[in-house]
């Protein structure tokens, strides 16, 4: 039978505006979080990271909001540009699961100059 | 920047047929992992692999996978008689120790069995 793909959802942002991307986990058992970058053919980039004993962290242009009372996890962007355009994902290590990640469905970023 | 690198980049094979994907960890890691991502599907993970042997694997590894370090530098994935199924993106990634958990993935080598 026909197997039906992923159906990404997609958010488009005009250059230089911010963009937020928002992931739902659902292991409260989960204490990593990772967010990654995918280019067309290309592998998942790091992008940044966060443990469940923080709320927050900051990187370059991007910071990562973690609420683990509703099990959300988001990806700010700041100052949008075009090289950011791509898929975005949100994948979770359980704390006894290894180093297993679960990935998330993964979100497209279309940047328009 | 050291990186995960990977061959081929496209293999196209016969069902039936065995294949070796190849990977190049980043030098001083410690941890290996094989995840594939079928096209237009999430990534998900397939094995991992620690002081030479596997770790933890999913449901999807079964008898037709392994995995192997046959020397200090590779790390091989080997599908031992494909299906049609297996064609996806295989993905190597690595990671440097407990508690330093960041995985850093390869560019992927594009597997299509017909």
């Known amino acids: 039978g026909e197997s039906v793909g992923l159906h990404l959802p997609t958010l488009s942002v005009q250059e230089g505006d911010n963009s937020i991307i928002n992931c739902a986990y659902s292991?409260?058992?989960?204490?990593?979080f990772i967010w990654y970058k995918q280019e067309s053919g290309k592998g998942p980039q790091f992008i940044i990271d966060?443990?469940?004993?923080?709320d927050k962290r900051q990187g370059q242009r991007v910071t990562v909001l973690l609420n683990k009372t509703v099990k959300h996890l988001s990806l700010q962007i700041a100052a949008t540009q075009p090289g950011d355009s791509a898929v975005y994902f949100c994948?979770?290590?359980?704390?006894?699961?290894?180093?297993?990640?679960?990935f998330g469905g993964g979100t497209r970023v279309l940047v328009k100059p | 920047e050291p990186e995960v690198t990977q061959t081929p980049s496209h293999q196209v094979t016969q069902m039936g047929q065995e294949v070796i994907l190849r990977c190049v960890p980043i030098?001083?890691?410690?941890?290996f992992y094989w995840y594939r991502q079928i096209l237009g599907q999430k990534v998900e993970f397939l094995v991992s692999?620690?002081?030479?042997?596997?770790?933890?694997k999913s449901e999807i590894f079964d008898d037709q996978f392994s995995v192997e370090r046959p020397d200090g530098s590779n790390f091989t994935l080997k599908i031992r008689s494909t299906k049609l199924e297996d064609s996806a993106m295989y993905f190597c990634?690595?990671?440097?120790?407990?508690?330093?958990?960041?995985?850093?993935f390869g560019p992927g080598t594009r597997l299509l069995v017909l």
């Open positions: 990634a690595s990671s440097a120790a407990t508690g330093q958990e960041t995985q850093y």
């Open positions: 292991n409260s058992a989960s204490d990593y």
């Open positions: 966060i443990r469940s004993n923080m």
């Open positions: 994948a979770e290590k359980p704390r006894a699961a290894g180093n297993k990640l679960t």
């Open positions: 030098s001083n890691h410690l941890y």
């Open positions: 692999f620690y002081n030479n042997e596997i770790s933890e």
